[in-house]
């Protein structure tokens, strides 16, 4: 297990770099100019130094090795150094510079985790808590009411998107019976039990949008695998032991179940940092899927290719993840 | 054996599954998969039960053991009415009767290991410590035959045979009366088939164990039996002790069963009069008037397709449900019907 693992890490390398690359030229070939929200008023020939004080002068390559460089090391090493407090670990050199605020990217990034993990995460954990006992008990009762609702409520959930839910709940609940604010306040700040109140008022709506878009795919995958695993003949044998139903159901059935769900929920989980994009629009959440927005449309190259960069190596982390709870869950898998 | 006490008393069971259709889901009718049944088995005994494909055996298995829920009828097992019981009285019932699956693979949870599958009845139904459990794992495991060092393995590292042997230690764990050994070999090879029978046949000595022995494999089951039934289309046709029931068959589909069995000599094959069943089962959602057997019997007769058979004890311990059994009786033992019947019982005789 530990060799497969390592094995996966050290492939990751080459396919990382390759994601690097191709997001590099990408953007490097789309239309658009860092300088086009400057003044016209700005002569050619400064508008030319500014260019080259963003480092565009230089070579799409060479722009591309320096940008690896402070990403790979120079951003990971503040990192570091601010979350253990040591300043000594931070690498000495140029860091990764948005065009749109000449900030380091990764503090802007720091300033909008919070938000995003608060708000997508959130929704990510009661998708999962609605979802999985819903749908272990949809199979066990299959047709019967609950399983009835629990398919109609996934059906609209997969089949309304969040910009129509979203401002569908903002009517109801902020327009016309005004129970929450329409706007997310980032600068709330919670000291006091009131405060508290507000926060979770301001962020019912959007959680509550993305719960039901996640809980919904979660709920039918659970469903689905715990009826695959009921007709088994095991499941059989388990009640002829004279098991409890409890155990049964808990115990064979689930576990056997849950390979798909844990693919789809560990999958799922980069898409907490990537933040809903849309959800955080409509409802004003500044988190990192409205940062990625906001830098594409101003052609911030450097905010782009990092927030993508990290998004791309959540990705293969989690998916790293998945395949290793895969021979936690199946002693028939070995990766050895 | 009638001195023997009964452990098993089946009475007129029947399980219907219900057909759901129509716009509504209303039931519209029920596959009769096992459609009145009654026998019972005494205990130290193995009744087989055979039949074809789809004739509702191993149905009646898993009712017995109400693995399903029985439509009517009673199952009194060792002095105790299940049909009727609760879930949880059902569940305390559970060690006294067990069932060895048909297919070693499935019917083993592929996330468990050996001694987890056996062990497991022994955490619900026990309080012993963990020494005690693993001891006992370790003496099934010796009494089925496999080695002690395979108790942390997955059942995906056995051969078929082994996984058996695996169902019939878990079978065994907690000590039952009564095991319903439902096709326990038809999964397997022939040489694993004759390893798996004789172990069936030690524990029952060993332990004093009544199986009931569902196959398709009649050369089988008059190895391992002492009663067997003949299950058509979810009714017993014929029901007697093993040497009366192949030597003297007298239900016509009994007879067409026994003359299906392969011959190993040649010579004796080539001459051997078949009696070749023309058509299909019919639906057992829609079984046809009369008796079952009517739509395919090579002497049917027109009563048959009016009124459904009686079963009645043509010798002692020996019944069946037959028409031509009146017929006899009216007939008298040189009857032309009977004469029939008799000369294919001499040709039956012969094979044997």
């Keep these: ?336 | 054996m009638s001195g023997a006490r009964k452990l098993v008393e089946v009475k007129d069971l029947k399980l219907h599954f219900p057909i759901h259709g129509g716009l509504l889901r209303r039931q519209v009718g029920a596959v009769k998969a096992v459609d009145g049944v009654s026998f019972d088995i005494f205990e130290g005994e193995t009744l087989g039960i055979v039949g074809e494909s789809g004739c509702g055996k191993s149905t009646c298995g898993r009712a017995v053991l109400r693995l399903y829920e029985a439509t009517e009828g009673s199952i009194t097992i060792d002095g105790q009415d299940i049909s009727k019981l609760s879930g949880e009285a059902l569940r305390k019932k559970r060690p006294t009767m067990q069932m060895v699956f048909q297919d070693p693979q499935a019917s083993l949870n592929p996330r468990m290991t050996v001694a987890g599958i056996i062990g497991e009845p022994l955490d619900e139904h026990t309080n012993w410590d963990r020494r005690k459990k693993l001891e006992r794992i370790y003496e099934l495991m010796d009494a089925v035959g496999l080695n002690r060092d395979f108790a942390n393995r997955y059942p995906h590292a056995f051969s078929g045979g082994q996984r058996q042997r695996i169902g019939i230690a878990r079978a065994l764990a907690l000590n039952p009366k009564f095991i319903v050994c439902d096709e326990p070999i038809a999964a397997l090879d022939v040489s694993i088939q004759a390893q798996v029978v004789n172990l069936l046949e030690d524990l029952q000595q060993q332990f004093g164990l009544t199986y009931m022995f569902i196959s398709h494999d009649l050369s089988m089951v008059r190895h391992i039996a002492d009663r067997v039934a003949v299950m058509y289309l979810g009714v017993i046709v014929e029901l007697a002790p093993v040497q009366a029931l192949y030597d003297n068959p007298m239900h016509p589909y009994t007879e067409a069963l026994l003359s299906a069995v392969p011959e190993p000599d040649p010579s004796a094959e080539v001459r051997k009069d078949r009696i070749v069943l023309q058509g299909d089962v019919p639906s057992p959602s829609n079984p046809p008037k009369g008796c079952n057997f009517c739509t395919r019997c090579p002497k049917v007769m027109p009563i048959c397709r009016e009124i459904p058979p009686e079963t009645q004890e043509v010798a002692p311990g020996h019944f069946a449900a037959c028409h031509l059994i009146d017929q006899q009786q009216i007939a008298g033992p040189t009857g032309g019907t009977g004469q029939e019947h008799n000369q294919t019982e001499n040709q039956q005789g012969e094979e044997a």
């Design chain 1, 1 to 336: 297990m530990f060799t497969y693992t390592l094995r996966r890490l050290l492939l990751a390398i080459p396919t990382l770099l390759f994601i690097a690359l191709a997001i590099f030229l990408l953007l490097e070939l789309s239309p658009g100019d860092p300088m086009a929200d400057m003044p016209l008023t700005i002569p050619p020939e400064v508008r030319e130094q500014m260019r080259l004080a963003l480092g565009l002068g230089e070579a799409w390559y060479i722009r591309f090795y320096k940008w690896l460089y402070m990403f790979s090391i120079v951003e990971p090493s503040y990192v570091l150094a601010n979350m253990t407090g040591i300043e000594s670990l931070a690498v000495e050199g140029q860091r990764i510079i948005s065009f749109q605020t000449r900030s380091p990217v990764a503090d802007i990034v720091a300033q909008r985790l919070p938000q995003t993990l608060w708000v997508v995460g959130l929704s990510y954990i009661f998708g999962i808590l609605v979802a999985v006992p819903l749908g272990v008990y949809s199979a066990y009762r299959q047709y019967s009411w609950v399983d009835q609702l629990g398919a109609f409520v996934s059906m609209v959930g997969f089949s309304l998107p969040t910009f129509f839910t979203g401002p569908l709940l903002m009517l109801v609940f902020s327009i016309w019976l005004g129970w929450f604010p329409i706007i997310y306040d980032t600068t709330l700040v919670v000291d006091s039990l009131q405060d508290f109140g507000l926060q979770l008022r301001q962020m019912a709506m959007p959680v509550f949008v993305l719960t039901l878009y996640n809980a919904a795919q979660i709920n039918r995958f659970m469903r689905a695998a715990m009826l695959d695993n009921f007709t088994q003949d095991y499941v059989r044998t388990a009640r002829a032991k004279g098991m409890s139903e409890k155990v049964v159901v808990l115990v064979h059935v689930l576990r056997n179940s849950m390979i798909p769900v844990v693919t789809v929920i560990a999958l799922g989980i980069p898409t907490i940092f990537t933040g809903a994009i849309i959800t955080e629009q409509i409802f004003r959440v500044n988190g990192l899927g409205q940062l990625l927005i906001i830098a594409i449309y101003a052609s911030d190259f450097p905010m782009v290719l990092t927030l993508s960069m990290v998004f791309a190596i959540l990705i293969v982390g989690f998916n790293l993840i998945a395949d290793i709870l895969y021979a936690v869950l199946d002693p028939r898998i070995r990766y050895d």
